[in-house]
């Protein structure tokens, strides 16, 4: 009795790169905080924030009743959606994007 030769089909090995989430750090409209306050927390706390940008989000939260004011990586995310928290404004909790 002759053996058959065995035949394997080799798995070919994927690795899969898929980047991680972004998170939305979403501020909502509220009843006590004042524009000013509002715009002045953005731009001291978003990387980047400009007076003209703060401001355009600050109306839309107003108006809107809320607006995405940061989108990026979960702790960064974390960092600022914490510290605008902390200065009094009212938070959504974070999403993915």
């Not at 995405?68 to 909790?93: C, D, F, N, S």
């Amino acid at each position: 009795m002759t053996a058959s030769p065995t035949v394997t089909k080799q798995r070919e090995s994927q690795v899969l790169h898929k980047p991680y989430p972004n998170y939305k750090v979403i501020v909502l409209n509220d009843d006590f905080n004042t524009f000013q306050h509002v715009a002045q927390c953005l731009m001291k706390y978003i990387p980047g924030m400009t007076s003209d940008r703060a401001w355009e989000l600050t109306n839309q939260i107003h108006f809107e009743g809320q607006a995405i004011v940061w989108i990026g990586p979960q702790e960064q995310a974390e960092l600022y959606h914490q510290q605008l928290k902390r200065a009094g404004l009212t938070m959504a909790p974070l999403e993915a994007a």
